[in-house]
């Protein structure tokens, strides 16, 4: 059986705070990335995540290293202020979110011609209708 692991990253990122949901399952990494505004409270944060966590749209799989977590309380301790610590989101991060970015922007692309094409159709067969009305001298 595989495990399936989550982390959220809040930290600021000039003008707002922001928060980043890591999911790792069979070896795959999603992410999805918030933008909270002010400074959330940890109560807030819990909040969102109740409420939130189902409609969040995480990023397509990308293949990750899964590293087993140790159970010394210590090591975790000092793990966990290494990462408060830290600044910025994982590389890997980084690239699933890009790969999110771009996929939304390939769909919105497609969209957006569609609706260019469709419009220009439209007033395509208006003319043509206008025409034949002159032409039957209406």
């Avoid at 990122?13 to 933008?35: D, H, N, R």
């Avoid at 600044?87 to 260019?116: C, D, F, H, P, Y």
């Amino acid at each position: 059986m595989d495990k399936v692991s989550g982390r959220l990253t809040v930290f600021f990122e000039e003008p707002f705070w922001v928060g980043i949901f890591e999911c790792t399952s069979e070896g795959k990494l999603s992410v999805c990335k918030v933008t909270f505004g002010a400074e959330p409270k940890d109560y807030e944060v819990c909040d969102f995540v109740l409420k939130n966590y189902y409609q969040l749209r995480f990023s397509p799989a990308v293949a990750t290293d899964v590293k087993e977590a140790g159970r010394n309380p210590k090591r975790i301790q000092r793990q966990v202020r290494k990462q408060v610590q830290n600044i910025g989101i994982g590389t890997r991060s980084q690239q699933a979110l890009k790969l999110q970015r771009e996929q939304l922007k390939t769909k919105r692309k497609t969209v957006s011609r569609e609706q260019r094409e469709a419009e220009k159709q439209r007033q395509f067969e208006l003319k043509q209708q206008k025409r034949k009305e002159k032409h039957r001298g209406r």
